[in-house]
């Protein structure tokens, strides 16, 4: 029988028995609920969920830290985490006491302040479990819980105060190839969550349970069946693997009950083996939050053939178009396109434009009413035929978060360019929790008389023109951060450097070099009227893997240290 112990006696005891420090107890205790009120209009010192605000923006107004003085910035403290491979959660910051999680679902409870360690949870992962991205992107906070979701596609409800485990729900069987990385989604009495494991054949669906009990309230199959609506566009016998996985945390609109998002690629992966568009795969999906009913979607592409998931959901920013003011959905594609789309009062998604924002040789036309393309078929892999195509499987920008800032009036992308790859496919049988790609190996290239693939762009969202870019040689998979004081945060290259650029004119302002690449999702807080900056760094998964790849064509090696620590920097005092 599972019991929950109340907060303030555990930490007494605790405190008694010399583990918890009295001053420490109290500001936990201290700490304030997560209620909804509170996560739609969150306090400037606080970063309460995975992008700070559910519009998605990765922004903090905090302005203590700026172009004028991040030059400044000094470490404060440092955490090890004591795990390898790819750290990308955000450090989550409610009233002083900060959340993270690394890979292999560890979640640590900290002094935002100080590093002190408050309390640690660790998964016990099943021995058979085996993963391609052994990586989790953060917790959710909501009421007096924490929740993680995890390798084995289980969710979990912790004691924010304790750590003591309050219920456990499994979301589907491991073994058949399910497993997640999000960080869920809190909101009006439920935490969200979508299934990654397209590469194994999985159905993918998003679904909401119960905040307090982990109940399921609703599931939403993003590959639908034969009977439902966009059903005909899979072929006979094929939905129940068709993937469309979803792999990073949606966004929310309050005002129209609607949540967004990003789904996968189809499985297999190429689109000669399940003719047809395939919804609602390599889309943007928009569900009642109340019911997870279906109320609208668009495909970025179909017919998927490339690997180009689109799971980062799009951005909830106000746009002005040809005299317009239109609540749009903003989205720096995997498939390399900037797509601008409409957030229409039914829930529908309407197209606004879309265009390239790295190189891409797929896209012939955009159709100017539906956005849907028309493509290059010597470039679109086949059954037992070759595909050349760039930017390549790794995508223009990956899962990894861009940012937009309110005051600049720009998103700031994370951009992969002139990289391609070349891909073929072949007939594959389905067996639960193997490999269902249905490819037959990849290999990558580099566009003759180019001299970078990283870069961080700057685009205006009213205009729909770039406004600066840096370039750089190596792969970028820096999530981004802005600030209200005009910066923008990212690392996500080999070289180890967390970087702070003049949201303004791209200039590098800062850059620190830390223990190890880093690919996880900066965050900003303040804590008795100071303001600290916060990323973990940890290199592994798919960052490594598209390094390993460049250094082959190369004849290079770039060596970077193994080693998950959480790093927070502030001004001195």
Not at 14 to 42: F, I, S
Request: hydrophobic share 35%.
């Amino acid at each position: 029988m599972k019991y929950r112990i109340k907060a303030e006696g555990l930490l007494l005891a605790l405190a008694a028995l010399g583990m918890v420090t009295g001053a420490l107890a109290q500001n936990v205790a201290d700490m304030r609920d997560v209620t909804d009120e509170r996560l739609q209009n969150p306090e400037d010192g606080n970063w309460l969920m995975f992008r700070r605000t559910y519009d998605g923006w990765g922004y903090s107004p905090l302005d203590d830290i700026n172009t004028r003085n991040v030059d400044e910035l000094k470490v404060a403290w440092t955490l090890s985490t004591g795990v390898t491979e790819g750290h990308q959660s955000p450090p989550i910051v409610n009233d002083g006491i900060m959340y993270i999680t690394t890979p292999l679902n560890l979640v640590y409870a900290i002094d935002a302040t100080n590093g002190n360690v408050i309390w640690q949870y660790r998964r016990t992962l099943p021995f058979d479990l085996s993963l391609m991205h052994p990586t989790n992107r953060g917790v959710a906070l909501y009421g007096d819980k924490v929740y993680m979701a995890t390798s084995d596609a289980m969710l979990v409800a912790l004691d924010a105060r304790t750590g003591a485990l309050v219920w456990e729900k499994a979301i589907e069987d491991y073994r058949t190839g399910y497993y997640i990385t999000m960080a869920p989604l809190a909101a009006k009495g439920k935490i969200m969550v979508g299934v990654s494991g397209g590469e194994r054949g999985i159905r993918g669906f998003i679904t909401a349970l119960d905040s307090e009990t982990g109940e399921q309230v609703w599931k939403t199959w993003t590959v639908p069946a034969p009977d439902e609506p966009g059903g005909d566009s899979w072929p006979p016998g094929t939905y129940e693997h068709g993937g469309a996985s979803v792999w990073v945390t949606g966004n929310y609109d309050p005002e129209r009950n609607v949540t967004y998002w990003g789904t996968g690629n189809g499985g297999p992966w190429i689109g000669e083996a399940r003719p047809g568009d395939n919804l609602y795969t390599s889309s943007v999906v928009a569900l009642d939050i109340d019911t997870g009913a279906l109320k609208g979607y668009h495909q970025y592409h179909w017919n998927d053939s490339w690997d180009w998931d689109e799971v980062s959901t799009p951005m909830l920013i106000d746009v002005q178009r040809n005299g317009r003011d239109i609540p749009a959905l903003i989205h720096p594609g995997r498939n390399g396109y900037l797509w601008t789309l409409e957030r229409k009062d039914d829930g529908s998604i309407g197209f606004i434009d879309a265009k390239p924002f790295v190189y891409q040789n797929v896209f012939t036309s955009i159709d100017p009413v539906t956005g849907r393309p028309t493509y290059n078929m010597d470039a679109k892999p086949g059954l037992g035929r070759a595909g050349t195509y760039c930017p390549s499987l790794s995508g223009g920008k990956n899962w990894t978060p861009a940012g937009y800032n309110p005051d600049t009036q720009m998103i700031y992308i994370p951009a992969n360019d002139n990289y391609c790859t070349t891909l073929a496919g072949e007939e594959v049988e389905y067996r639960p929790g193997q490999n269902y790609t249905g490819t037959t190996g990849s290999r990558a290239s580099i566009r003759e008389g180019t001299d970078y693939i990283g870069e961080m762009q700057a685009w205006n969202v009213n205009t729909g023109e770039k406004v600066w870019s840096q370039k750089f040689d190596l792969a970028n998979w820096g999530p981004v951060m802005t600030t209200g004081g005009n910066l923008v945060f990212s690392g996500g290259m080999a070289d180890r450097y967390f970087r702070a650029y003049d949201a303004r004119n791209g200039r590098i302002l800062w850059q620190e070099r830390l223990n190890s690449g880093i690919t996880g999702v900066p965050t900003t807080y303040e804590v008795n009227g100071k303001q600290y900056i916060a990323i973990q760094s940890g290199w592994g998964v798919d960052a490594s893997r598209m390094q390993r790849a460049i250094d082959t064509i190369k004849g290079e090696e770039t060596i970077v240290p193994q080693g998950g620590v959480l790093w927070v920097f502030a001004l001195e005092d």
